[in-house]
């Protein structure tokens, strides 16, 4: 079980954590922020792997990437 | 005060430097300054210090914004087309308020120029030199004794207001040979400044940031204003408070009729002259201005009370003579006379110019 | 729950203010976590250019200084030498070091000057505006190049890495991008080799990043590493130009 945070007051929309998600579980969210932007949203969290591509990529660092521990 | 020992004045700059606990020179080589950092390429390795020959003088006044910023003290030197070269960096160091030694062993301009001594970057070292608002403290020493002292008076004073510091010299300064006693060595701490880069590392402190950049507009004016406060207090301690006996020389000014002015080397043509025109009847005196940025204005202030007339002399154009103008403030007339382009005036010219002012006939 | 990835600690937590997609905050993010595993905080001292990314010290939290355009290998020269336990690191952009600052960096780089060079190259002026870079390609149009950059007039994109390749002290001389994961992580790990490399003394090291600037390209962010990939990869060859200590090989 993954958890996956994003601080969307640092999400600029750049769609760059959509684009490279392995699975296709990222899209734009509808409600727009502060900023004016839709800012990226977890459409599957309970297919997340973790793998933090996402999180990695985002060069606003606004994503943070927490796995259930065994 | 150790014994006297017969130096150049180039070379007692980079004695008084180490001295004063310089351990870091970055400069490029330019005529006629040479000297200074042959010196300093061979003495600053033996107290474990550090000689870079910079690629460029623009390379070079940026490793002194390094190393200031890192909290040691530092110089560089140059001439003057090499001094134009760094005042991008100078005006940096000025905005992130760095303490720092620069000499300028001035030469004939503008452009290339020549390589004989002259005084034509007053405008340029007193109004600022680079671009913005700042100033930076310039002294002019006029003997070797005074590259040396007033060598270890820069890094007391840079350290002290947290700004560059310019020892105004010229070629005849820099080539000359005088005896001098060099000052007591100080043990300089870098970690004596908590602001400074790398500053005690091992203990875990607020980071520190050494920075020109203030790009809202209202950061900026504080931060401009802040600087014309320091600039303030600066004019304040060298025209009526602890400094005011450093900043300016005045030779027989009581009762003279006519006062010689010049800073440098000239002052000590212009010393002849007054003795010479005593001797012929003419009550001559002489302000030698040490400091040029502050302005002693204040000299010149109670000056035009007792005085006729002023005469400046300078070699350049006239650059100063706007200052004594502006000091004087129109209660007496100030006259100027130069020689450019590497002459050095005669007493004897000189000596024509007063006696044309006091027997107008 | 066991945290997977967050901000690095060396990282202030001061929103970036560049453009959506920029390169930039990656690049930052992956120095701050060399710094964190390297444990290298507290004696890391950056210098931050000019363009774009002047504003670096804002985003590290660690001692910086911001130097003129083109002089921070100077700056950082001076830094180090009064120093030499601090990490020094300096981040440029091409304008920045391959224009202007063109001196400054081949003389670091050939004084052997024990700092770590970041130099971050999407072949174009991105604060000002838009003009052409010297690492422009042949053809590419921006505000002053508007007709293509032409190299009978503007010549070649310049190779810095190759440049400074050349040069004898230097030990390692690398070029990465991140346009894909992978080479994201191939990007963070040149940046340990450098900082490792000058951690133990070892002497300059140059990373070259080749990266995007979507705005100004006029690209939208996703697209902008596609053409990168397409268009910047074949002029600037990815690899390492020097590696003396063979610390790829470690």
């Given at each position: 079980?993954?958890?996956?945070?994003?601080?969307?007051?640092?999400c600029?929309?750049?769609?760059?954590?959509?684009?490279?998600?392995?699975?296709?579980?990222?899209?734009?969210?509808?409600?727009?922020?502060?900023?004016?932007?839709?800012?990226?949203?977890?459409?599957?969290?309970?297919?997340?792997?973790?793998?933090?591509?996402?999180?990695r990529?985002?060069?606003?660092?606004?994503?943070?990437?927490?796995?259930?521990?065994? | 005060?150790?014994?006297?020992?017969?130096?150049?004045?180039?070379?007692?700059?980079?004695?008084?430097?180490?001295?004063?606990?310089?351990r870091?020179?970055?400069?490029?080589?330019?005529?006629?300054?040479?000297?200074?950092?042959?010196?300093?390429?061979?003495?600053?390795?033996?107290?474990?210090g550090?000689?870079?020959?910079?690629?460029?003088?623009?390379?070079?006044?940026?490793?002194?914004?390094?190393?200031?910023?890192?909290?040691?003290?530092?110089?560089?030197?140059?001439?003057?087309?090499?001094?134009?070269?760094?005042?991008?960096?100078i005006?940096?160091?000025?905005?992130?308020?760095?303490?720092?030694?620069?000499?300028?062993?001035?030469?004939?301009?503008?452009?290339?120029?020549?390589?004989?001594?002259?005084?034509?970057?007053?405008?340029?070292?007193?109004?600022?030199?680079?671009?913005?608002?700042?100033?930076?403290?310039?002294?002019?020493?006029?003997s070797?004794?005074?590259?040396?002292?007033?060598?270890?008076?820069?890094?007391?004073?840079?350290?002290?207001?947290?700004?560059?510091?310019?020892?105004?010299?010229?070629?005849?300064?820099?080539?000359?040979?005088?005896?001098?006693?060099?000052?007591?060595?100080?043990?300089?701490?870098?970690?004596?400044?908590?602001?400074?880069?790398?500053?005690?590392?091992?203990?875990?402190?607020?980071?520190?940031?050494?920075?020109?950049?203030?790009?809202?507009?209202?950061?900026?004016?504080?931060?401009?204003?802040?600087?014309?406060?320091?600039?303030?207090?600066?004019?304040?301690?060298?025209?009526?408070?602890?400094?005011?006996?450093?900043?300016?020389?005045?030779?027989l000014?009581?009762?003279?009729?006519?006062?010689l002015?010049?800073?440098?080397?000239?002052?000590?043509?212009?010393?002849?002259?007054?003795?010479?025109?005593?001797?012929?009847?003419?009550?001559?005196?002489?302000?030698?201005?040490?400091?040029?940025?502050?302005y002693?204005?204040?000299?010149?202030?109670?000056?035009?009370?007792?005085?006729?007339?002023?005469?400046?002399?300078?070699?350049?154009?006239?650059?100063?003579?706007?200052?004594?103008?502006?000091?004087?403030?129109?209660?007496?007339?100030?006259?100027?006379?130069?020689?450019?382009?590497?002459?050095?005036?005669s007493?004897?010219?000189?000596?024509?110019?007063?006696?044309?002012?006091?027997?107008?006939? | 729950?066991?945290?997977?990835?967050?901000?690095?600690?060396?990282?202030?937590?001061?929103?970036?203010?560049?453009?959506?997609?920029?390169?930039h905050?990656?690049?930052?993010?992956?120095?701050?976590?060399?710094i964190?595993?390297?444990?290298?905080?507290?004696?890391?001292?950056?210098?931050?250019?000019?363009?774009?990314?002047?504003f670096?010290?804002?985003?590290?939290?660690?001692?910086?200084?911001?130097?003129?355009?083109?002089?921070?290998?100077?700056?950082?020269?001076?830094?180090?030498?009064?120093?030499?336990?601090?990490?020094?690191?300096?981040?440029q952009?091409?304008?920045?070091?391959?224009?202007?600052?063109?001196?400054?960096?081949?003389?670091a780089?050939?004084?052997?000057?024990?700092?770590?060079?970041?130099?971050?190259?999407?072949?174009?002026?991105?604060?000002?505006?838009?003009?052409?870079?010297?690492?422009?390609?042949?053809?590419?149009?921006?505000?002053?190049?508007?007709?293509?950059?032409?190299?009978?007039?503007?010549?070649?994109?310049?190779?810095m890495?190759?440049?400074?390749?050349?040069?004898?002290?230097?030990?390692?001389?690398?070029?990465?991008?991140?346009?894909?994961?992978?080479?994201?992580?191939?990007?963070?790990?040149?940046?340990?080799?450098?900082?490792?490399?000058?951690?133990?003394?070892?002497?300059?090291?140059?990373?070259e990043?080749?990266?995007?600037?979507?705005?100004?390209?006029?690209?939208?962010?996703?697209?902008?590493?596609?053409?990168?990939?397409?268009?910047?990869?074949?002029?600037?060859?990815?690899?390492?130009?020097?590696?003396?200590?063979?610390v790829?090989?470690?």
């Open positions: 079980m993954s958890k996956w945070v994003i601080n969307e007051n640092l600029k929309g750049c769609g760059i954590c959509i684009a490279r998600c392995p699975l296709k579980i990222l899209a734009f969210a509808d409600h727009l922020t502060s900023k004016g932007v839709h800012p990226a949203a977890m459409t599957d969290e309970a297919k997340c792997t973790s793998c933090a591509i996402c999180a990529s985002c060069p606003d660092v606004a994503i943070e990437i927490y796995k259930e521990e065994k | 005060m150790a014994e006297k020992v017969l130096m150049k004045g180039n070379e007692a700059i980079g004695e008084a430097a180490v001295l004063a606990g310089c870091y020179y970055f400069g490029y080589p330019i005529t006629p300054q040479s000297e200074l950092p042959a010196y300093l390429s061979k003495r600053l390795p033996e107290v474990d550090v000689f870079v020959q910079a690629e460029s003088e623009v390379a070079a006044i940026n490793m002194v914004y390094g190393a200031g910023s890192a909290g040691a003290r530092v110089m560089t030197s140059s001439s003057s087309p090499g001094i134009s070269l760094k005042q991008e960096g005006s940096y160091i000025a905005g992130a308020e760095i303490p720092c030694l620069l000499v300028n062993v001035v030469r004939g301009g503008p452009g290339l120029g020549n390589i004989a001594p002259a005084q034509s970057d007053y405008w340029q070292a007193t109004r600022g030199g680079g671009h913005g608002d700042y100033r930076t403290l310039v002294l002019a020493p006029n070797v004794q005074e590259m040396a002292d007033m060598t270890v008076a820069g890094f007391e004073f840079a350290d002290r207001f947290r700004n560059p510091v310019l020892l105004l010299s010229d070629g005849v300064l820099g080539q000359m040979m005088e005896p001098v006693s060099l000052p007591d060595p100080v043990d300089y701490d870098i970690d004596s400044k908590k602001w400074a880069l790398g500053y005690n590392s091992k203990e875990k402190h607020e980071r520190n940031l050494c920075s020109s950049i203030f790009l809202d507009v209202d950061e900026l004016e504080e931060h401009n204003w802040h600087l014309y406060q320091k600039y303030q207090v600066m004019t304040d301690l060298f025209s009526t408070g602890e400094y005011k006996d450093f900043a300016v020389e005045e030779h000014c009581d009762d003279a009729e006519i006062i002015v010049g800073y440098g080397i000239i002052s000590r043509i212009l010393k002849t002259v007054v003795e010479k025109c005593r001797k012929r009847g003419i009550k001559a005196g002489l302000v030698r201005p040490k400091v040029l940025w502050p002693p204005a204040h000299v010149f202030e109670r000056l035009a009370k007792t005085a006729n007339q002023f005469l400046v002399v300078e070699m350049s154009c006239g650059q100063m003579v706007e200052d004594v103008k502006l000091s004087v403030n129109g209660k007496k007339p100030v006259y100027f006379f130069g020689r450019t382009g590497g002459t050095i005036p007493d004897f010219e000189i000596l024509n110019e007063v006696d044309k002012l006091v027997r107008p006939d | 729950m066991k945290k997977i990835f967050s901000r690095p600690e060396s990282m202030s937590k001061k929103p970036f203010h560049y453009c959506p997609g920029c390169d905050g990656v690049i930052h993010r992956l120095i701050a976590e060399v964190d595993e390297l444990e290298i905080k507290n004696r890391t001292i950056g210098v931050a250019p000019v363009g774009c990314s002047v670096a010290y804002d985003y590290f939290d660690v001692d910086f200084n911001q130097a003129p355009h083109g002089r921070a290998p100077a700056v950082a020269t001076g830094i180090k030498r009064v120093r030499p336990d601090s990490i020094v690191f300096t981040y952009g091409d304008g920045d070091l391959a224009a202007i600052g063109t001196a400054e960096i081949i003389h780089a050939n004084r052997g000057e024990n700092i770590t060079a970041v130099f971050i190259n999407n072949a174009i002026y991105g604060m000002t505006g838009g003009q052409m870079a010297p690492t422009s390609l042949i053809g590419m149009k921006t505000q002053t190049s508007p007709y293509g950059r032409d190299a009978a007039t503007a010549g070649h994109p310049i190779h890495c190759e440049m400074i390749a050349t040069l004898e002290s230097p030990v390692y001389v690398t070029r990465v991008t991140i346009n894909n994961p992978a080479n994201l992580m191939k990007t963070k790990k040149a940046l340990l080799n450098a900082f490792t490399l000058q951690k133990e003394g070892k002497g300059f090291s140059f990373v990043v080749v990266s995007t600037c979507p705005t100004n390209w006029g690209k939208k962010p996703t697209d902008a590493h596609k053409w990168l990939t397409e268009n910047m990869l074949p002029v600037f060859k990815l690899g390492t130009f020097k590696d003396t200590q063979g790829e090989k470690s």
